[in-house]
């Protein structure tokens, strides 16, 4: 298990380990969306991995 701390103003430093599982490098854009089960999920929104969550929302 991984534990942020939020600051006053709402940033927030990502562990090594999963900046390192989702492949974010500085300057990435990151997407967070609610899934049916009600769990938010955190994604790297770049070419890569938008097309990846296109093709899971397909199926």
């Not at 599982?21 to 769990?39: H, M, Q, S, T, V």
């Amino acid at each position: 298990m991984n534990l942020a701390k939020m600051s006053s103003n709402g940033q927030v430093t990502i562990p090594v380990e999963v900046r390192r599982e989702l492949k974010l490098k500085a300057g990435d854009k990151l997407i967070f969306f609610r899934g049916k089960n009600g769990k938010i999920t955190v994604q790297n929104l770049n070419a890569s991995a938008l097309q990846e969550m296109q093709k899971a929302e397909s199926h």
